[in-house]
DNA sequence: TTGGAAAGTCAACAACACTGACATAAAACT
DNA sequence: AGTTTTATGTCAGTGTTGTTGACTTTCCAA
């Protein structure tokens, strides 16, 4: 990876299209991997990808409102409420009318909610621990600072907000 | 990020839970943004992701056969049937018939189809270049080897054969 | 008290995946 | 030569996840 100093003092990188495409198709087949394990599991509970995402996002954040999670997941409302019906009917994930605002929902994960929830994630960190121990240490910041660097502004205050509230 | 060396020389890493929630996030809020500028061309063409996928395994390797796009993309032949069949009936893929072995279809991006492909893979060669630079040389290879380390082996299979044959 | 935001619902539709069954041609094997 | 396997394509049906559009109910706030 060719780079040098300007004088100003930011680095140029010079990076062929080839070095990118492999960059473009290593992010490809990854997620198929990150994904892959959940799948697994939620398979067997006749559930989907959207119902782990909401599962995670209500598990970091609980007491969230839909609009909230709307914002996040980037999906409409009619969509969501599909995935929700389903985890509130199968007892994962409990909907309380908010108390100062009413026309609120405030979201919590049941016992067997935060169950699965629990399963799944330490499934997909299972794997991002071994990729980590695999790539070895200097390797985990540069992976966070790349993908951090590739989310859309708006997504990034979401990924932010988090790391505020929990991280560092 | 704390690390230290065994006697033995392997790294070990302490990574907290939340450490690698923060990954696992990163991972899709990344994703969201790395597909992002070519959905958008794609919608304007009424293509899909899958599309996508299959214009970009076809540009990569020219002549491919429709048995290596099964397993590179890992879907099944009616889903990848159908994407073909549009990409094919658009007169943006061109299937030729083997000559050693006349049961198997070659598969070429014709001119509009390598136009199309060099539009999309533009798009996102610039959203990678752009998070490269933001990132700073040093992170890119981590970024890498995190990536490559998350594939499953048979995925990495697919991601290393290409590197062999065309990268470093 | 009225306007608008938040939430939910119904209906229709599309993309993209799946399974299962079946057809055809050609290669490979016995 | 006859059988089996491989590569591909196709038809029909289904499921998940997304979309738009229209409409209702609830209820906060100006």
């Given at each position: 990876m060719a780079d040098m100093q300007t004088p100003g003092g930011q680095s140029l990188l010079f990076l062929t299209d080839e070095q990118l495409r492999k960059?473009?198709?290593a992010m490809f087949f990854a997620y198929r991997g990150f994904t892959a394990d959940p799948d697994r599991i939620l398979d067997?509970?006749?559930l989907g990808r959207a119902?782990?995402?909401a599962l995670h996002f209500i598990s970091r954040?609980?007491?969230t409102t839909v609009n909230n999670l709307l914002s996040i997941l980037g999906v409409t409302k009619q969509s969501l409420n599909r995935v929700l019906r389903t985890l509130i009917d199968d007892g994962l994930?409990?909907?309380r009318v908010g108390t100062r605002d009413k026309r609120e929902r405030h979201l919590?994960?049941?016992e067997s909610g935060a169950a699965l929830e629990q399963e799944l994630s330490t499934a997909q960190r299972e794997r991002m621990r071994q990729a980590y121990r695999e790539a070895g240490p200097e390797a985990v910041q540069g992976f966070r600072s790349v993908l951090e660097a590739m989310m859309d502004p708006e997504l990034r205050r979401h990924?932010?907000?988090a790391k505020d509230e929990r991280d560092e």
């Amino acid at each position: 990876m060719a780079d040098m100093q300007t004088p100003g003092g930011q680095s140029l990188l010079f990076l062929t299209d080839e070095q990118l495409r492999k960059g473009i198709e290593a992010m490809f087949f990854a997620y198929r991997g990150f994904t892959a394990d959940p799948d697994r599991i939620l398979d067997q509970y006749r559930l989907g990808r959207a119902h782990h995402r909401a599962l995670h996002f209500i598990s970091r954040a609980p007491g969230t409102t839909v609009n909230n999670l709307l914002s996040i997941l980037g999906v409409t409302k009619q969509s969501l409420n599909r995935v929700l019906r389903t985890l509130i009917d199968d007892g994962l994930v409990e909907s309380r009318v908010g108390t100062r605002d009413k026309r609120e929902r405030h979201l919590f994960l049941t016992e067997s909610g935060a169950a699965l929830e629990q399963e799944l994630s330490t499934a997909q960190r299972e794997r991002m621990r071994q990729a980590y121990r695999e790539a070895g240490p200097e390797a985990v910041q540069g992976f966070r600072s790349v993908l951090e660097a590739m989310m859309d502004p708006e997504l990034r205050r979401h990924f932010n907000r988090a790391k505020d509230e929990r991280d560092e």
